[in-house]
Nanobody
Framework: QVQLVESGGGLVQAGGSLTLSCKVS????????MVWYRQAPGKQRESVAQ???????IYDASVKGRFTISRDNAKHTLVLQMNNLKPEDTAFYYC???????WGQGTQVTVSS
């Protein structure tokens, strides 16, 4: 079973930055479109950024220009660089496939105003 292990979350003030990482235990990681999702308290999980096997990235309008998704296929790692964080970015962040499988534990991001 594929394991997804997210890390890098924390508490940061508005305007600050965080870098999230996701280690994926699948040997074919490089062929998959990968997605960063987030779930805020009381809200549904949503996609915020995705990256194809060819490194084409798509962002939700709420994070475009502030977040950057990237991948290191040699290390089976997905990265989300988050800049100019806002209180509304507060959520648990998860990585998964474009068609999600089992979920990891996520990493919590809290942005104070």
């Amino acid at each position: 079973q594929v394991q997804l292990v997210e890390s890098g979350g924390g508490l940061v003030q508005a305007g600050g930055s965080l870098t999230l990482s996701c280690k994926v235990s699948e040997s074919d990681f490089k062929i998959h479109t990968m997605v960063w999702y987030r779930q805020a308290p009381g809200k549904q999980r949503e996609s915020v950024a995705q990256i194809t096997s060819g490194d084409f990235a798509i962002y939700d309008a709420s994070v475009k220009g502030r977040f950057t998704i990237s991948r290191d296929n040699a290390k089976h790692t997905l990265v989300l660089q988050m800049n100019n964080l806002k209180p509304e970015d507060t959520a648990f962040y998860y990585c998964n496939y474009i068609i999600p499988g089992s979920w990891g534990q996520g990493t919590q991001v809290t942005v104070s105003s």
